[in-house]
């Protein structure tokens, strides 16, 4: 996709979500049911607007080029595919580790605080689950790096 293009598509998204909220917020009025309306009309008009102009750039994106340059691209193409995805895959990996280990401290933790605030010996108990859930986001980070070192 070329430089112009991909300026459009941006000032494009950036007007998609400024058009939908500014009609909102300039045209204010007191009565609870238009407020209502009115915001659902934004809604529906940024994410028609949104998701459109996404469409128009994924077609912008895979169309065009002649067959010649795609077979001369093809194989760096693969390269570079399988490269994005294992960046993908790491980026997953991490992320969701991180957020299933922080569900699990939170749960762990606050549970260990309220077994400690009634008997002060279960704190080494306590921390030892805080500290297996806490292994999750380890566990994932390191997978992580597992997937880099193969990139």
Known sequence: MSMPARITLVIALILSIIIPFSYYLITSRNNAKDRRKRYRLTIAANAFSFFGIMLVAI??????????????????????????????AAALVTGMSCIGGGIAV???????????SENDSILGKSLIFVGLAEGVALYGLIISFMILGRL
């Open 59 to 88: 077609i912008m994106m895979f169309a065009g080029g002649t067959p010649v340059a795609a077979a001369e691209e093809s194989v760096t193409s693969t390269a570079g595919f399988a490269t994005g995805m294992g960046y993908l």
């Open 106 to 116: 939170s749960s762990a933790a606050s549970a260990a605080l309220g077994a400690i």
